[in-house]
């Protein structure tokens, strides 16, 4: 990663203390009223709960053998494409508790502009990712698919196109409930869900 030299700008002590006490009186002026959080539609797990379970059995089942990181990033990048806030919050929590960086969360929206930031292989996934997520967009395209291929065993592929099959299910049936986003923390499904 190419890393850009950076002009540091030094205040003095009495400078630092008068800009904190300034912020601290800005924020203690300051009440941010933000909007009303939106209700869920339906607790579908509640109300079919063998499909939820089955869901849990299929994702516990496609995640054998995948990177746990690349795994993060597949899930947070479909999610994004899906517009998926619940998971987007479940699985960028998840990446930061397994010690993914903010940096590559952050640049994973702009993935192609950041190719840097990620190794072949999780380009390859990423990509991949893209094109299965997005499949109204066309056929997952020929060159996509080899550019996995090299990088992944059949195994592997196999177990990274469940994966990524299983995240879109689950985005689908979080954003058609209305599930709200901000009350999950890291783990809080470990080893059971998304």
């Not at 840097?116 to 056929?139: C, N, P, Q, S």
Request: glycine share 4%; net charge negative; proline share 4%.
């Amino acid at each position: 990663m190419r890393h850009t030299p950076r002009t540091v700008v030094t205040m003095t002590t009495e400078t630092q203390a008068q800009t904190q006490a300034r912020t601290q009186t800005q924020n203690q002026n300051q009440t941010h009223e933000y909007a009303t959080e939106h209700a869920p539609r339906l607790s579908w797990a509640e109300h079919a709960p063998e499909v939820y379970k089955a869901m849990v059995r299929l994702d516990a089942a496609a995640r054998r053998g995948v990177d746990p990181v690349l795994l993060e990033l597949v899930k947070i990048r479909a999610s994004q494409l899906n517009h998926c806030a619940y998971c987007l919050d479940m699985h960028t929590k998840d990446a930061l508790a397994a010690g993914e960086s903010v940096e590559r969360i952050i640049q994973l929206s702009a993935w192609e502009e950041s190719r840097h930031f990620y190794t072949e292989k999780e380009l390859a996934a990423i990509e991949l990712t893209e094109a299965v997520t997005v499949l109204t967009d066309g056929f997952v395209p020929d060159e996509v698919y080899a550019k996995a291929a090299k990088q992944f065993d059949e195994k592997e592929l196999a177990q990274l196109i469940a994966a990524i099959n299983v995240i879109n299910a689950w985005n689908r049936f979080a954003v058609t409930s209305r599930m709200a986003p901000g009350h999950y923390t890291p783990g809080q499904f470990k080893g059971s869900t998304t």
